[in-house]
């Protein structure tokens, strides 16, 4: 597709994206598994 | 500065409660503004007539950039707060806030190296712009570091704190390296919005990504600050009660 080619800069530009939106990922899943384990250590502790 | 909030928010289940309702909107909205802002960036803006299509990384690199920032600022902010008024809430939050900033710090220096290659030549040069980038990120990482490393948490708390509340010094030298040395990188591109070295097609989905990212990041701590909020105070009463 003609809007995704970014030319001779194809590589610098995609890269950019993906690196980008993986931290992006990366912070939120790390934000969700922290408070997912310690949910469940409470609830487990309270059974 | 509303002395009461600060206390009503400092106690942690106010805080839990009020950062739980607040996180999903500022998740949904902050994605919302990053589809709109990438797609604007990426397929809508005009090319630039020097750098060609290679500027587009500037809608992923500068919104890191201010976060990377605007994340110290907070996390520095939080741990004034929790020396003056020894708030859990506040050191929860400075602790938070250290993850999410190494990332995004890390990030807008990839990206810069992966503009850099391509217009400059050279992905690194040790001018001020980048050297005072890189100095932040050892800042977040010797503060993750320095936390980790001592295990009595109030200790932790004020000795990780002192290392962000010093560290506040390297903000205004990021900002203004541009202008008070010769660097390779450029000065700022929209540090006055009346008259930014942008044109308005450029510079929409910039701000856009810009406001989607500071949403994102609001919606992380929230997150982040609530699970840490819940291992400090795991004994407490109210805690059995969500």
Redesign the interface.
């Known amino acids: 597709m003609i809007i995704f080619d970014m030319g001779e800069y194809n590589l610098y530009v995609w890269s950019s994206v993906f690196i980008s939106l993986l931290a992006l990922f990366l912070a939120y899943y790390d934000a969700v598994s922290k408070h997912k384990d310690i949910t469940r250590k409470i609830e487990n502790r309270d059974q | 500065m509303n002395l009461k909030a600060i206390y009503k928010y400092g106690s942690p289940p106010n805080f839990y409660r009020f950062v739980t309702k607040v996180e999903p909107w500022c998740?949904y909205f902050g994605l919302l503004l990053?589809l709109i802002g990438?797609a604007g960036g990426?397929?809508m803006a005009p090319e630039d007539y020097q750098m060609?299509?290679?500027f587009?990384?500037i809608y992923?690199?500068v919104p890191?950039a201010y976060l990377s920032m605007s994340a110290y600022a907070t996390m520095g902010f939080a741990s004034i707060i929790g020396i003056v008024w020894r708030s859990n809430v506040a050191f929860s939050v400075a602790k938070?806030v250290a993850?999410?900033g190494a990332?995004?710090t890390?990030?807008a220096l990839?990206?810069g190296m992966?503009?850099g290659?391509?217009m400059w030549g050279t992905a690194w040069v040790w001018d001020a712009r980048l050297t005072s980038e890189f100095i932040l990120l050892l800042l977040y990482l010797g503060y993750i570091t320095l936390h980790a490393s001592i295990k009595e948490q109030k200790r932790a708390d004020r000795a990780a704190s002192l290392v962000a509340i010093l560290g506040i010094i390297n903000l205004p030298i990021i900002h203004y390296s541009v202008v008070w040395w010769n660097t390779l990188h450029q000065a700022s591109t929209i540090s006055k919005l009346d008259s930014p070295s942008i044109v308005g097609e450029m510079l929409w989905p910039l701000l856009v990504m810009i406001f989607g990212?500071m949403f994102?990041f609001v919606?992380?701590?929230c997150?982040?600050s609530?699970?840490?909020v819940?291992?400090r105070e795991?004994r407490s009463n109210w805690?059995?009660e969500i």
Do not use: C, N, Q
Request: hydrophobic letters at 55%.
């Open positions: 998740l990053i990438s990426l397929f060609g299509d290679a587009r990384i992923f690199h890191s938070s993850p999410f990332l995004m890390a990030t990839v990206t992966l503009w290659k391509p990212y994102f919606a992380v701590i997150r982040a609530s699970a840490e819940l291992v795991k805690v059995k």
